[in-house]
């Protein structure tokens, strides 16, 4: 930032102070006054004291330290995308963090680097969390329990009802419930203690959250296990040391489960019966296809092949939608 600039931006930020104290003139209505700092910040990447910009976000991911590699990789190459803040509403000369944390981390552990590089955005706390959300969805690691807990703090910090929050993540709100229902029932230390645990999906999750409501079992003596395993990850990390899985939310994860089988109730046994006939699936009246359950799983035909075609490529989210509906059908 040129020196002209600092000093454009330092007489537009002692004007505006000046306006806000009591008995100020009539420059603090002034609406030209804040267009014109509020036009610079939008057309500027900043540089910014990291020690400025506070961090008060609705929480979403479980391991945000997690920045070392992030760290060396600004030292040796910079800052290549800025972090997004907002101008704070109470305290002069200070910032919200709108979206950035692992970079604003990783620049406060940096020794070498001083400044954060920044986008100053003018919106209110609804904005401010709208945003983060877009950004959070737009990235592929959010691992399912750090959006099921994202979803939950949603809610719970009032942000919106689950139907609204549905609508943000831009899922079905029977997805958003059943997430919810999850996350509360094995609670935020078990799930923080786990860790994100990256490919492990919902259905797993959700066995977990069944074998811990169906045994009582206690999720603090869960959270030691699950920290013991991180430490023996943390152990490997010496020479010599016994070797451990890449992922040791994933092995957290696995040790939890492990502790939980002797608890969870076995699977019912389904009784022998005769191969059954093929249904067939109508729309309107008319024959559109044929269902048939098998030893192996469920065999769907469809004579419209273009809906085949359809279904084919909506598989994915047609599937957790039916599984969800599945769920939630005893739910009132």
Known sequence: MSENRKKRMSMLDGLAAVGSQPGAPMMS??????SARDAVDSHRVWEIDPALVDDTRTRDRLDPSDVIDLRDAIEANGQAVPILVRRHPEKDGRYLLVYGRRRLEAVRASEKVGKVRALIAQMDERGATAAQISENMARRDLSFIEKALFAQELVE????NQSQVAEVLTVAKSAVSMAISIAETIGRDLAT???PAHGIGRPRWEAMARAIETSGAD???LAELADDIHTAAQVAMVPNAAAVDDDPSVAAFEAVMRHL?????PAPRRAAAAA???RPLRIDGRKAGTVKRTARGLDLQLEDQGFADWIES???????ELHARWIARDEG
Do not use: C, D, K, Y
């Open 193 to 195: 203690a786990i860790g």
């Open 276 to 278: 059954p006939s093929r």
């Open 29 to 34: 209505s002034n609406r030209a006054l804040r």
């Open 157 to 160: 910090t009032g942000f919106g």
């Open 219 to 221: 999720r603090a003596a």
């Open 261 to 265: 089988a002797p608890a969870a109730p």
């Open 314 to 320: 909506e598989a994915q989210q047609v599937f957790e």
